[in-house]
């Protein structure tokens, strides 16, 4: 069965860096994609991007473009969001969600379990 | 601010039939397919509908989708005390070049 395992909590400063991992199973890892969404606390589900396992491919959002990296590692079925510059506002619940092919393509069937991440000095 | 706008709070009895509202644009639900998620705190958002009004295997008929030009709806009938959750759409946004989210709709089961 399809599974997405996430890395544990995290806790930064600001102005530093989190990256978040998340690993599959069960299926061919370079068939799909990945997008990562978030929830900040009180607010609503956020889109942050995509990335194909297949070729690396990425589309980020514009609000986050300058500071995510998205990538993958096909040799241990694995896909990593690293966020640059944290701020306080940046204190989010972090998801990764398989989706397709493409950016725009469905996503949402299969989710990782979340990663908090809190931002405090 | 959300690009897809959805009603805060929507509430209901168990046994009934509430709707829930998105409101998007000609970029977004006007040219793409809607999706909703449901979310439970604590959980990771489980997809309910996906091209307006498809159903993954093992969501109950209970939930229908529907698009009218550039506003969805989801409905749940026969309300349960376990629909209560926050209700998000969701849709591609081709000026966007992403996916936008509808603010939530915290459904409450009175």
């Known amino acids: 069965q399809v599974q997405l395992v996430q890395s544990g909590a995290e806790v930064k400063k600001p102005g530093a860096s989190v990256k978040v991992s998340c690993k599959a199973s069960?299926?061919?890892?370079?068939?799909?994609?990945f997008n990562w969404v978030r929830q900040a606390p009180g607010q609503g589900l956020e889109w942050m991007g995509w990335?194909?396992?297949?070729?690396?491919?990425?589309n980020y959002t514009q609000k986050f473009q300058d500071r995510v990296i998205m990538t993958t590692d096909t040799s241990t079925s694995t896909a990593y969001m690293e966020l640059r510059s944290l701020r306080s506002d940046d204190t989010a619940v972090y998801y990764c969600?398989?989706?397709?092919?493409?950016?725009?393509?469905?996503?949402?069937?299969?989710w990782g379990q979340g990663t908090p991440v809190t931002v405090s000095a | 601010q959300s690009v897809l706008t959805q009603s805060p709070s929507a509430s209901g009895t168990p046994g009934q039939r509430v709707t829930i509202s998105c409101s998007g644009s000609?970029?977004?639900?006007?040219?793409?397919?809607v999706n909703w998620y449901q979310h439970l705190p604590g959980t990771a958002p489980k997809l309910l509908i996906y091209?307006?009004?498809q159903r993954p295997p093992g969501v109950p008929d209970r939930f229908s989708g529907s698009k009218s030009g550039t506003s969805a709806s989801l409905a749940i009938s026969g309300l349960q005390s376990e629909d209560e959750a926050d209700y998000y759409c969701?849709?591609?946004?081709?000026?966007?070049?992403?996916?936008?989210f509808g603010g939530g709709t915290k459904l409450t089961v009175l």
């Open positions: 091209s307006n009004y």
């Open positions: 990335i194909s396992a297949y070729n690396g491919n990425t």
């Open positions: 000609s970029s977004s639900i006007g040219s793409s397919s």
């Open positions: 069960g299926y061919t890892f370079t068939s799909y994609g």
């Open positions: 969600a398989r989706g397709g092919d493409r950016p725009h393509t469905l996503f949402g069937l299969f």
């Open positions: 969701a849709a591609w946004d081709d000026s966007l070049h992403g996916w936008v």
